[in-house]
C-alpha cells in the first residue's frame, strides 16, 4: 500500500502491486500517470509511507 496526504490533510492509502516478472534486487518501483492524483499529493508532500505484506502474512511498515 502507498499512503499519502491529500490537500485536505486526510491520509489516502491505494493498494499496489509489483512486477512479479522480475527477480527482487532490493529496489522497488512504482509507476504512475505524470496528471495522477498520487503524483499532485506527493509533490505537495513528499513524506509517504509504504506498507508490504509478505507470503507467510507478515505486515511491513516503512515511512
Known sequence: MLSTKNA???ICSRPMSNNGDL????????FYYGDS???ADINADPQVGL???TQQ???????
Do not use: L, P
Open 8 to 10: 485536505d490533510g486526510a
Open 23 to 30: 527477480e527482487y534486487d532490493g529496489a522497488s518501483w512504482f
Open 37 to 39: 492524483r498520487k503524483i
Open 51 to 53: 506498507t508490504y505484506t
Open 57 to 63: 502474512s507478515r505486515h511491513i511498515h516503512c515511512n
